[in-house]
């Protein structure tokens, strides 16, 4: 109101200007209530667009879905896995190394006399009475570890199986037509009976035959009942 005192604006051109203020006053008066208003709403706008995270979640459901297709190659896949192994778990089979009468038993706990070596002592595995050069086969599917001339049981064969068992021929003839790493399966022939074994000599043409298990001399009849 000091300016209607002012002299130098007196006139018509004075009074629109002010009364055109005051319009634009007013007007900016209501277009800031108005805006206001408008601001008051955002915060209802934002509670709508909150609810556009939960149809982010239904995009990121999209990925979920994009992994099934991913998924699809596992599930040729999967009966791939469980087919190896099903076939390694097969039983292990045994058989008689050799066909012959059984002239000295397995006695780890009891010394048992030797007539070569005139002592009493223990006796690792079975003595298998066989003609000389008759075939020896090997008792179950495995794979040669070694095979050398024992200083007391002459040529000998062993062979490694499934399950930890090793089976060892002993008292062979000069030819073996097996070497080490051979794979060997049950009844293969893997040697003759002979009768180098030097601390059994008395007892003639045989086979000194012995099994361990986790490197344990066992009772050889206990390997030969396996699978029967
Ligand atoms: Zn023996």
Same mark, same amino acid.
């Given at each position: /109101?000091?300016?209607?005192?002012?002299?130098?604006?007196?006139?018509?051109?004075?009074?629109?200007?002010?009364?055109?203020?005051? !319009?634009?006053?007013?007007?900016?008066?209501?277009?800031?209530?108005?805006?206001?208003?408008?601001?008051?709403?955002?915060?209802?706008?934002?509670?709508?667009?909150?609810?556009?995270?939960?149809?982010?979640?239904?995009?990121?459901?999209?990925?979920?879905?994009?992994?099934?297709?991913?998924?699809?190659?596992?599930?040729?896949?999967?009966?791939?896995?469980?087919?190896?192994?099903?076939?390694?778990?097969?039983?292990?089979?045994? /058989?008689?190394?050799?066909?012959?009468?059984?002239?000295?038993?397995?006695?780890?706990?009891?010394?048992?006399?030797?007539?070569?070596?005139?002592?009493?002592?223990?006796?690792?595995?079975?003595?298998?009475?066989?003609?000389?050069?008759?075939?020896?086969?090997?008792? !179950?599917?495995?794979?040669?570890?070694?095979?050398?001339?024992?200083?007391?049981?002459?040529?000998?064969?062993?062979?490694?199986?499934?399950?930890?068992?090793?089976?060892?021929?002993?008292?062979?003839?000069?030819?073996?037509?097996?070497?080490?790493?051979?794979?060997?399966? /049950?009844?293969?022939?893997?040697?003759?009976?002979?009768?180098? !074994?030097?601390?059994?000599?008395?007892?003639?043409?045989?086979?000194?035959?012995?099994?361990?298990?986790?490197?344990?001399?066992?009772?050889?009849?206990?390997?030969? !009942?396996?699978?029967?």
């Amino acid at each position: /109101m000091s300016n209607n005192n002012k002299p130098g604006f007196a006139g018509k051109g004075y009074y629109i200007a002010l009364i055109l203020c005051a !319009a634009a006053i007013g007007i900016t008066g209501y277009w800031y209530y108005q805006s206001e208003s408008n601001v008051q709403d955002i915060p209802v706008e934002e509670t709508i667009l909150q609810d556009i995270p939960a149809d982010a979640a239904q995009v990121q459901d999209v990925p979920a879905i994009a992994t099934q297709p991913a998924t699809r190659p596992d599930t040729p896949s999967a009966p791939a896995r469980t087919m190896p192994s099903v076939t390694p778990k097969k039983e292990l089979k045994t /058989m008689c190394p050799v066909e012959g009468a059984q002239i000295t038993g397995y006695s780890m706990e009891a010394l048992s006399y030797n007539q070569t070596t005139r002592d009493w002592r223990v006796h690792n595995g079975v003595d298998l009475a066989a003609e000389e050069g008759a075939p020896v086969v090997a008792a !179950a599917d495995g794979q040669v570890y070694t095979v050398y001339e024992d200083d007391y049981l002459g040529y000998t064969v062993v062979i490694r199986h499934d399950d930890g068992y090793t089976t060892r021929y002993s008292s062979l003839t000069e030819e073996i037509p097996v070497k080490s790493g051979e794979k060997v399966t /049950m009844g293969q022939a893997i040697g003759c009976a002979g009768s180098t !074994a030097v601390v059994e000599t008395t007892l003639g043409s045989h086979v000194h035959f012995t099994v361990t298990k986790d490197n344990e001399p066992i009772d050889p009849a206990e390997f030969l !009942a396996i699978g029967k």
